[in-house]
């Protein structure tokens, strides 16, 4: 059977495995972080929006929309992930497993285009990122030979 890669994530980071087999064990190949994961947003970027006061002294209005950073920040590490596992479908002969968090599961096939999501052999829709490696193995296996 030819290589399998596996896709473990959260919306903070992303380790990537490899399995020569549905049974082998997996080894890590490398590891993307989200560095504004773990941060407030105030800590990301500018605070609330400038404020104008009317002609009357009175009341104030916004003069934009306050942004979400911290959401446009999720969003942009999950189109960089999906672009790793279109470049991992490419490589691996066997396909992609995914295992990511359920929220975040569906911002990043939001961004896979039809021919990768084609390539996709399986899904577990759990954050396992924490989990032992014999947990996540165990997963993997069962997510594949449900697939099958």
Same mark, same amino acid.
């Given at each position: 059977?030819?290589?399998?890669?596996?896709?473990?994530?959260?919306?903070? +980071?992303?380790? &990537?495995?490899?399995?020569?087999?549905?049974?082998?064990?997996?080894? /890590?190949?490398? $590891?993307?972080?989200?560095?504004? =994961? =773990?941060?407030?947003?105030?800590? &990301?970027?500018?605070?609330?929006?400038?404020?104008?006061?009317?002609?009357?002294?009175?009341?104030?209005?916004?003069?934009?929309?306050? *942004? *979400?950073? /911290?959401? *446009?920040? $999720?969003?942009?590490?999950?189109?960089? !992930?999906?672009?790793? &596992? $279109?470049? %991992? $479908?490419?490589?691996? %002969?066997?396909? @992609?497993?995914? @295992?990511? =968090?359920?929220?975040?599961?569906? #911002?990043? #096939?939001?961004?896979?285009?039809?021919?990768?999501?084609?390539? &996709? @052999?399986?899904?577990?829709?759990?954050? !396992?990122? %924490?989990?032992?490696?014999?947990?996540? #193995? +165990?997963?993997? %296996?069962?997510?594949?030979?449900?697939?099958?």
């Amino acid at each position: 059977m030819p290589a399998i890669r596996v896709v473990v994530a959260d919306s903070a +980071r992303a380790e &990537i495995f490899e399995m020569d087999s549905t049974h082998a064990p997996l080894r /890590k190949l490398a $590891t993307l972080a989200n560095p504004h =994961a =773990a941060r407030h947003e105030r800590d &990301i970027g500018a605070d609330a929006p400038g404020r104008v006061v009317n002609r009357h002294g009175g009341v104030q209005h916004t003069l934009a929309p306050r *942004q *979400q950073l /911290k959401k *446009q920040a $999720t969003e942009k590490f999950a189109r960089l !992930l999906a672009e790793r &596992i $279109t470049s %991992e $479908t490419q490589r691996a %002969e066997g396909g @992609v497993m995914l @295992v990511i =968090a359920p929220r975040f599961l569906a #911002q990043v #096939q939001s961004f896979l285009s039809p021919a990768t999501k084609r390539c &996709i @052999v399986g899904e577990v829709r759990r954050n !396992l990122l %924490e989990s032992h490696r014999l947990d996540l #193995q +165990r997963r993997v %296996e069962a997510g594949l030979a449900a697939r099958h």
